[in-house]
């Protein structure tokens, strides 16, 4: 079993609707959060960034976290055609001199937002 | 622009040969990753450098990589006797900070490996 759990999708939703992706996690020192867009072919884009547990908001973009839970969530609101990408959820331990802020990432969510 | 750098983009090659790969991270970052990512997959940790000291290394860096950071400024990852698996995209990032972080990495471009 992967570290990260993250449905691969397609996940296909009309414009203006909100996007509902999510990812769970096992190993329980994780607590840096952070969501990723990437689109094809491109490096990934740090969208959100979010530290233990709670809730962050950005313009259109909501991050929710629920350590007790492990499970992690990013909304879009009034979503556009352009929000169409791959979205990577991704979490740290506390830093440590020999792994820094090594990364693990789940498998990615593909969003298509329908015009 | 002034974020991570990385060329080159795209790389088709035979079977057997050696390839280079080159990062030039934000100015003022002084810690740096390497990721791998196949279609599909989410990105998978290579190696760390925090200025010139490569301080982890993943099982997946077999043998046959080798990554360095000379004088803690690009880094280059190098792939020898490339195979068939090593089809994939390259993923350089870097972060900021000292001791510490907030785990917030800058990703590059990446680069694309075609063995074949």
């Known amino acids: 079993q992967k570290e990260v759990e993250q449905d691969p999708g397609p996940l296909s939703v009309p414009e203006g609707a909100i996007v509902s992706l999510n990812c769970t996690y096992s190993?329980?020192?994780?607590?840096?959060f952070m969501w990723y867009r990437q689109y094809s072919r491109k490096g990934p884009e740090l969208l959100m960034y979010?530290?233990?547990?709670g809730n962050k908001e950005d313009g259109r973009f909501t991050a929710q976290v629920d350590k007790s839970s492990k499970y992690i969530s990013l909304f879009i609101r009034d979503s556009q055609p352009s929000d169409s990408a791959t979205y990577l959820c991704?979490?740290?331990?506390?830093?440590?001199?020999?792994?820094?802020?090594?990364?693990?990432f789940g498998g990615g969510t593909r969003v298509l937002v329908k015009p | 622009d002034t974020g991570v750098s990385q060329d080159p983009r795209h790389k088709i090659t035979k079977r057997g040969q050696n390839v280079t790969f080159r990062c030039d991270p934000i100015s003022e970052h002084n810690r740096l990753y390497w990721y791998r990512q196949t279609l599909g997959q989410g990105p998978e940790f290579l190696t760390y450098?925090?200025?010139?000291?490569?301080?982890?290394k993943s099982r997946l860096l077999s043998d046959r990589f080798s990554a360095e950071r000379p004088k803690g400024s690009f880094s280059t990852l190098e792939i020898q006797r490339t195979e068939q698996g090593d089809s994939a995209m390259y993923l350089c990032?870097?972060?900021?900070?000292?001791?510490?972080?907030?785990?917030?990495?800058?990703f590059g471009e990446g680069s694309r490996l075609t063995v074949l």
């Open positions: 450098f925090q200025n010139e000291a490569q301080l982890e």
């Open positions: 979010t530290y233990s547990s």
């Open positions: 991704a979490m740290s331990a506390k830093w440590n001199k020999a792994a820094g802020n090594k990364l693990t």
């Open positions: 190993n329980s020192a994780f607590q840096y």
């Open positions: 990032a870097s972060s900021p900070g000292g001791e510490g972080g907030t785990g917030e990495l800058f």
